[in-house]
């Protein structure tokens, strides 16, 4: 089994900045890729950054450039900096794991992030 464990959320002011993490523990040998998502209140989940073990990232389209997903391989961590953050950032951010071979995904219990004046 693998537990995740993530930061807390927080209410940020429009244009604010907050970063999450998500350490990994566990049943880990290898992990093929670590990522946030997120779900706004009667949307679906949706994928905001992940990153694979290679380094190679990817990005929703709506925060490209404010957001940066980054990882400490040897503390199986993730991390999510938020900046220029929108009302529309609002949402519980969700980090996710894919582990090696079985490409089984794991799930945090989701962090609240308001972006709110």
């Known amino acids: 089994q693998v537990q995740l464990v993530e930061s807390e959320g927080g209410l940020v002011q429009p244009g604010g900045s907050l970063r999450l993490s998500c350490a990994a523990s566990?049943?880990?040998?290898?992990?093929?890729?670590m990522g946030w998502y997120r779900q706004a209140p009667g949307m679906q989940r949706e994928l905001v950054a992940r990153?694979?073990?290679?380094?190679?990232?990817k990005y929703a389209d709506s925060v490209r450039g404010r957001f940066t997903i980054s990882k400490d391989n040897a503390k199986n961590t993730v991390y999510l900096q938020m900046n220029s953050l929108k009302p529309e950032d609002t949402a519980v951010y969700y980090c996710?794991?894919?582990?090696?071979?079985?490409?089984?995904?794991?799930w945090g219990q989701g962090t609240q992030v308001t972006v709110s004046s």
């Open positions: 990153i694979t073990s290679s380094g190679s990232t």
């Open positions: 566990g049943s880990i040998f290898s992990i093929y890729a």
């Open positions: 996710n794991v894919v582990v090696s071979g079985t490409r089984a995904n794991y």
